[in-house]
């Protein structure tokens, strides 16, 4: 195999698969971050799955040799058994309050509003990795059709929750945060919540499905402090 590996300072390693035959499909390497992080050895550990690596934090009481001797029961078996993921679907509302940009959008692809929400809530998008802020996915799966570069001037200031797209992947901002990706809807679930274990429900690997509400059914969503996303089991 030609799986490469780094030290990145004390205790952290990442694991490139870049260059591996056999793990050109990203699935893999969620199948490996499941795998190790459900093992009693590693509870310690911190795991940051991407698109090609694999980064990991452990303890100074473990040795550089043991983490390796762990993960190479792993890479041995993770390609012998499908992973199960979790689909999330998400209600989003598309009003021009909410995405100030869908209409640059639909003009840029010279497509109707209506035909960019159909488009976006098409697809299973994938969570490739989360991050830049609390709880934020970054999503494979857009339609070739509504890729569209980011903003020139990002905002200095974009709503909790904002449904968005960014060159060729879509996301949620889950907190108010700065962002550059264009602004298409909002959804009413509070993604981050950061008093909760944990505080985010999904992983890198699991599916997320956006489906279109009304601004009255997001407002009633919204209301309920206790709501939360639909979700099953694919395999």
Known sequence: MAIRWYEMGDFNIQLDFSQAPGYENPQVIYKIFDQVRRDSRTTSWQLIPSYTTLTISYPWNQSLQDVLEILQQYLEISGLSDRRVKR?????????EFGPDLAYVANFHHLSIEEVIELHTHPDYRIEAVGFSPGFPYL????????????????????????????????????????????????????????????????????????????AEYDQVAANPEQSMSVEWVT
């Open 88 to 96: 999330y679907h998400i209600p989003v509302c598309y009003d021009e």
């Open 140 to 215: 494979s799966g857009l339609s070739p059709q509504l890729i569209t570069p980011r903003r020139k001037t990002p905002r200095p200031k974009v709503p909790a929750c904002s449904v968005a797209i960014g060159g060729r992947q879509t996301g949620i901002y889950p907190v108010t945060t700065p962002g550059g990706w264009h602004l298409i809807g909002r959804t009413p679930l509070t993604l981050f919540r950061p008093y909760n274990d944990p505080p985010i429900v999904y992983h890198p690997g699991d599916l997320l499905h956006f489906f279109p509400i009304s601004r």
